[in-house]
């Protein structure tokens, strides 16, 4: 079998999120099952930096798109074992940052990715790649599918190609007017009504969830809630038009990355065999953040984008009611919209002694996180899967987590009598009530119910998600849609 994976980010590359992560490993889990698997990602200036001088000349290729003639070029590396080819047209793809300015989404981001798209189809016809599964991602590949479907539709080379379109997040949609993508009439006149959010306003998800042949989200209760009105980001009717094409299939967690006992970021391994180096990463968190140093203060943390899907409007306010009643710290990183920066910065301001706070990005900061904290803040208004609760998992670090999406399938909530079984704190309802309630449930077990409470961790610690496991339902799909 032939896969071809089409993505905007593969970790290792450039990386602004989960989909990177999964660009990476699922392909390496594909060829290690003998799938003939290749990668196509636009080469932004990180993918450039990573070709050696010397290095095999890249493939020149042209392409007409209504009266433009475009000229670029295709480079191939293997940065870890997979071949990568990289679709370098600078105009598009020569900017430092893949979708903004960093305040402000590029202005061209429809025509940049619909390029993209196409691009990416001929040069798998030029290097001969002729994949049996086109494996698209998110909005930004989404056009792929319906381009196979219209513009390719008498192409032999793609006669018996099968596309995939996995949904990462589907809140992200790539809605744009045509007006804005120079050469939308070479593919325009194919449209139907439904891949429209209003006139000439093109919604490349929608193309992708109506022309796909198997679309699948993150996670099964993700695949579920996309289907109601609630969950689907508006685009709830498509999901149901497409509903017997849609499954979900929860992804797996990189345990070589993840992994406390070998862990270059902590200034302690540990195991769940022997967790006094856990007790050293957590004085040095404590230490890093600002916080009074105390083995015995309950020690909540959090690693996040700061956007509202990770429940921002729920956590503020239960912080605000949790730092004057109790007597735990809280520890958070991250960075994002400007108004939760402020509201975190009002309160760490407030409590220094009981809140610390780091805005911005660190990746050794984000492992000490997880190793240090007693309890990892997962709020999330949605989540298509999540990773952190899987790392904190691993690294016995307790998730509470709202009992949503991809959360709801790693997490056991702990409720009286079931420990033996339950790997953190859930809660369901999303509001400040619901998120202060877990925080204090959390604070009981921790201080009143010390035996639960390593019981609980020792069951955090054995939560596996394995991506050989995922990989084998991705082929179970792949194989049916060739059947």
Request: aromatic share 12%; glycine share 8%.
């Amino acid at each position: 079998m032939r896969v071809l994976f089409l993505a905007s980010e593969v970790d290792g590359l450039i990386k602004t999120g989960g989909l990177a992560d999964v660009a990476r490993v699922l392909p390496i889990e594909l060829q290690n099952k003998d799938v003939d698997v290749a990668i196509m990602i636009p080469c932004y200036p990180q993918v450039k930096a990573m070709l050696h001088p010397g290095q095999e000349a890249p493939v020149q290729m042209t392409m007409q798109l209504g009266s433009t003639h475009y000229v670029y070029h295709v480079h191939e590396l293997s940065p870890f074992g997979v071949p990568v080819y990289a679709i370098d047209f600078p105009s598009y793809f020569d900017r430092d940052r893949p979708y903004d300015d960093g305040h402000h989404a590029y202005g061209d981001n429809g025509e940049r990715f619909a390029f993209f798209s196409l691009a990416a189809l001929q040069a798998a016809q030029m290097l001969n790649f002729q994949p049996d599964i086109l494996h698209c991602n998110d909005w930004h590949t989404a056009l792929a599918p319906f381009f196979l479907k219209s513009v390719l539709k008498d192409n032999l080379f793609f006669a018996n190609t099968r596309s995939v379109l996995t949904i990462h997040n589907g809140a992200y949609q790539g809605n744009f007017d045509l007006n804005t993508i120079h050469f939308a009439h070479t593919f325009s006149h194919f449209t139907e009504e439904g891949m429209y959010d209003s006139y000439n306003m093109i919604n490349f998800l929608k193309c992708g969830v109506l022309y796909a042949d198997a679309i699948n989200a993150v996670s099964p209760s993700y695949a579920k809630e996309l289907l109601s009105p609630l969950g689907g980001h508006y685009m709830s009717h498509i999901f149901q038009r497409r509903q017997d094409a849609l499954t979900g299939i929860l992804n797996g967690c990189d345990y070589g990355e993840w992994n406390s006992e070998t862990d270059p970021h902590l200034i302690k391994p540990y195991s769940a065999a022997d967790l006094s180096g856990k007790v050293a990463c957590k004085l040095e968190l404590q230490r890093k953040m600002g916080l009074p140093e105390d083995a015995d203060t309950p020690l909540f943390a959090m690693v996040s984008r700061f956007t509202d899907q990770k429940g921002f409007s729920l956590l503020v306010p239960a912080l605000e009611r949790f730092l004057e009643s109790s007597e735990a710290q809280v520890a958070i990183v991250g960075s994002g919209e400007q108004g939760i920066t402020e509201a975190l910065q009002r309160l760490a301001s407030k409590h220094p002694n009981r809140m610390g706070l780091f805005v911005g990005y660190s990746d050794a900061l984000s492992h000490q996180a997880q190793a240090g904290a007693d309890f990892f803040l997962m709020p999330s208004i949605f989540e298509p899967c999540g990773l952190t609760q899987m790392f904190s998992l691993a690294y016995g670090s307790l998730p509470i987590a709202r009992e949503v999406g991809g959360l709801k399938d790693t997490v056991v909530g702990y409720t009286q009598g079931n420990e033996s079984n339950a790997n953190g704190i859930t809660f369901i309802d999303p509001n400040g009530e619901g998120m202060y309630w877990a925080l204090e449930k959390a604070e009981q077990l921790y201080r009143d119910e010390p035996e639960h409470f390593r019981t609980i961790q020792q069951n955090a610690m054995a939560t596996r998600f394995s991506w050989q496991e995922a990989t084998d339902k991705y082929l179970a799909m792949y194989y049916k849609l060739l059947a």
